[in-house]
């Protein structure tokens, strides 16, 4: 908000001007001088007004709860790749080196595990192969409401082979 100088005839000016996230302006103007006195507590209501705008928009995007942890497994066991998101409002896939694999179709031994209402959208892979030794990710596309599309860190899943029996 600004307050202008006032004039010679005693005539003062403030304007208040709010840019909102979708490019909307709100804007409010008070020339007359007894309502000038008001003009702080406008100018507190406006900041508070922006802040909790400002909050409930950044509730609303979409992280990171849990992401991806570099892990080892043996051959035939299982192993679970976490991934947590809140407020998930994008299509959700798995990357395995960079390519993405979509809602699974194909991958009889990949599996999303958990809870999707708590936003866990794990990836359990069983029986784990040694193709499977790869760089894996999680990642939201972007949202409806144009909630920004976010990709996880990357975990590099190790696979090793068991020693044979000895004979």
């Known amino acids: 908000c600004n ?22 302006t709100i804007l409010a103007q008070i020339s007359d001088y007894k309502q000038l006195r008001a003009c702080d507590k406008m100018v507190l ?72 209402e708590e936003g866990d959208y794990s990836l359990e892979i069983y029986p784990v192969v040694l193709d499977d030794d790869a760089i894996y990710s999680c990642q939201a596309s972007a949202g409806p409401d144009g909630e920004l599309p976010i990709r996880s860190r990357v975990a590099n899943l190790s696979v090793l082979v068991p020693p044979e029996p000895p004979s």
């Open 45 to 116: 209501r406006w900041v508070v007004a922006l802040l909790l705008w400002a909050r409930v928009e950044a509730l609303q995007e979409q992280k990171f709860a849990m992401e991806p942890q570099d892990q080892t497994a043996v051959v035939g066991s299982r192993v679970t790749l976490p991934c947590r998101v809140i407020n998930k409002s994008g299509l959700l896939q798995w990357t395995k080196d960079g390519f993405g694999l979509g809602n699974l179709t194909g991958y009889d031994r990949y599996s999303i595990v958990g809870s999707t």
């Open 3 to 24: 307050l202008h100088a006032c004039g010679a005839g005693g005539t003062c000016e403030c304007v208040c001007a709010l840019s909102l996230s979708d490019n909307t």
